[in-house]
């Protein structure tokens, strides 16, 4: 039989093993440009992310099990069984989605040690468009998750427990979200000191109004596509 308490101990050495990790590359960054900053940030609110999710799975996981452990001593019937389906399913669902968590921690653990040892510019776009798309795939799948199990408890209790592991789920998502508009308000703080230095630069080349104009123009272009993207990013698939 498994002892429990030697997997809480696994399970929390392997923890504090992947924050050491995220403290390990924020020094190793250190005073870096803020598109490295950026990148870092990114991967490591994706694995922190990860970490949340395994814990509230886990916790959804020994809800169920508790109830089917209950139902297991009441004589079996249709509508019985019924109910045991539907939370094997929550229990099957819950597994599975913390495997996903499991394999999604490996693969920022790599882009970690690859940061360590790589130009954070170099970081693949796609990487960290992947990670974005996954842990906001993640976060509504534990929701859904939570409102099946939700409807398949069986007394107080059980309803408190799942209660609460969706409203911390919830604030953890909202956090994260403020957390990314305030890195996406402080890039664009960036592009308009940006902005203010290419004015004065060219005040210092003695270049004409008009091709002042010109080149403020393509920077306000940019910045605009700029915008675009970050709302486009923030609004969700139709």
Known sequence: MTDHSDDASATQRLD????????SARRHVGAAGFVQQEVLEQIISAGKEQISVTRSLRQVIAVTQAQLRDLSAHAATDQLQVHVTA??????????????????????????????????????????????AVVCRQAEQLQALISTALSEASTA?????LQQVSAEAQARQAEAEHEQEERELAHLDLLGAEALERVRALEQ??????????????????????LLTLEGDGNPQQ
Do not use: K, M, W, Y
């Open 16 to 23: 504090e093993a992947e924050n050491a990790s995220f403290n």
């Open 205 to 226: 080349g003695g270049q004409t109004d008009a091709a002042q104009r010109t080149a403020l123009e393509q920077q306000a272009e940019h910045t605009r596509l700029l």
């Open 157 to 161: 209790g059980q309803v408190a427990e």
């Open 87 to 132: 939370l094997e399913g929550i229990v099957s669902s819950s597994q599975e989605q913390a495997r996903t968590a499991a394999e999604l921690r490996e693969v920022i653990q790599r882009a970690l040690a690859d940061v360590r040892g790589t130009p954070l510019e170099d970081v693949s776009a796609t990487l960290l468009n992947t990670l974005s």
